[in-house]
Every structure is written in C-alpha cells, then in structure tokens.
C-alpha cells in the first residue's frame, strides 16, 4: 500500500477548469480502485508560510498502480487540464507506515 499526498493552489478564476479536472481524474480513479483517503481546502494554520490551498490523500495498491493511473491521466490528457487549472503541485509517495517499523 502507498499514499500520494498532494498540496497545491488552484488557480484564482480556473476553478470551474479545475472541478472539470477533478470530475474526470476521480472517474478514472474510481474505474483503477484508486481510493481518495481524505481532501481539503480550508487552511487552518500556517506553519512556517507554507501553505497550499488544497490537499487530497490518495491511496494506491502499490507503485505499479499509482504509475497505471498516472498513465491513465496521460492517455486522458488530464495532465494539460490540471496544469492549467493549478500551480504549486507538489506529488509526494509514501509507504504506509506500519507502527513498530
């Protein structure tokens, strides 16, 4: 199991561009079993002036899947859509974290 946490800004005034992005990223997610762990636009605190207004976990089954679905996006051309709809993207991977290890 792996997690994708994702922070960035949507773009003042593309944020009907960026719902598009979302809508059509979460179908493909959906059809891959790519589950949306949680997903936030409130900032409550800023921590040493980085802030993002955006996050989402996603869960993956493992690498192989995470690279199926970035792929999907591709093939979709939804890469150029969330490009355009947002700055400051920032993708981190992470393995699940097993208390005790």
């Known amino acids: 199991m792996i997690f994708a946490l994702n922070v960035y800004d949507v773009i003042p005034g593309k944020e009907s561009l960026y719902a ?3 809508t059509k990223a979460a179908a493909v997610a959906a ?3 790519v589950k949306f762990v949680a997903a936030g636009t409130e900032v409550r605190r800023e921590i040493m002036g980085q802030t993002r207004n955006h996050f989402a976990v ?3 089954q493992d690498i192989d899947a995470f690279d199926v679905f970035m792929q999907k996006l591709a093939d979709e051309d939804l890469h150029k859509l969330r490009e355009q709809a947002t700055e ?3 993708w981190t991977l992470y393995d699940k974290w097993v208390f005790g290890d």
């Open 58 to 60: 996603v869960e993956f």
């Open 31 to 33: 059809a891959l079993d």
């Open 88 to 90: 400051n993207y920032i």
């Open 20 to 22: 598009d992005y979302a």
